[in-house]
């Protein structure tokens, strides 16, 4: 029986899929790809959908991952290790460990989506990313139902980048996630990004706790990202390309005022919402798909726009930040 999925992706497309089934543990999703019960292939992996662009119905079972559960695997006097199932909501993780005294994820707060979600594309924001704190990954492989956990390296983490989105995506579903958090409170929260520290210095603190840290960038998100339960969005639409120093340097002749950050190395960071900013898009609303009026790089969905109205508003904003600064914008969520 076909089901609808506007409800499961932030965006709000409407999408179906022949068959939807909750999973809430490891057996049932063992016995689904063993072939029990007779669920069409191929499998589509959900979790909160919050990063996801249904391009098309989709021509099989979406399995809503919402296994629950977490549990301290081991502990010293200044580290925690948590093992966290996949269907764990992350930002509700995020405030449950700041409470519990374990920290590091304070950066991370306000993110939408599963902690299953969360290494696929390295989640990051306010200069920390999901990586600086993983040990590990449990999959299962959808072949054999088997499972295997991949280690930090073989997860091959980059910005919003993992192999769970390239050469593995597809074989398994991540079922539990594995994060060493820090019991000291100094050191262990990231207080230099450059907003971040901004913010601080607006409100006189000098040396603010991690549930400071939390509740400010709570208060940043909620004042320039729009709530998906609200306006329908996936988050940033577009990766922050980067870019060669020597390209830089030309791109600075003509655009002396461009947003960037230097990672070093040769490789600078480009701020795309201020590209698109410039573009003219901040604001833009053709139908029901737009570019948010506070920040540029998200696009949303005002009611019905289909994935065609929203990938074809990306196109052109691809075509017209390549027009005016030569610059490939990628598509940052993942289209299905
Ligand atoms: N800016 C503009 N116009 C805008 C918005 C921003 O010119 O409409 C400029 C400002 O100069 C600002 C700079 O762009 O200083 C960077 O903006 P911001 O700090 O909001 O960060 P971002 O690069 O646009 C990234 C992540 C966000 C994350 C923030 C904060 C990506 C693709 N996006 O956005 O992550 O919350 O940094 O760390 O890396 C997401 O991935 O879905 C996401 C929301």
Known sequence: MSASLKRLNTLGIEAQSEQLINVTNIDQLRNIFLGQG????????????????????????????????????????????????????WDQLVGDCVDKGYYGLENLSGIPGTVGAAPVQNIGAYGVELEQLLVSVDCMEIATGAIQTFHHKECKFGYRDSVFKGEVAGRYVITNVKLMLSKNQ???????????ETEFEKRGLTDPDPSTVRQVIEEIRQSKLPDPSVLSNAGSFFKNPVISEQNYIQLLEKHPEIVSFNLGEGKIKLAASWMIEKAGWKGFREGDAGVFERHALIIVNHGCATSHDILSLAQQIQNSVFDQFGVVLEIEPVVV
């Open 38 to 89: 007779a669920h069409p292939r191929p499998f589509l992996i959900l979790g909160s959908g919050s990063n996801l662009v249904l391009s098309q119905d989709f021509p099989g079972t979406v399995l809503h991952i919402r296994i629950k559960g977490i549990e301290i695997v081991s502990e010293d006097t200044d580290t925690v290790t948590l093992s966290i199932s996949a269907g764990e909501i």
């Open 186 to 196: 100094d050191n262990s929260t990231s207080l230099n990004y450059k907003g971040l």
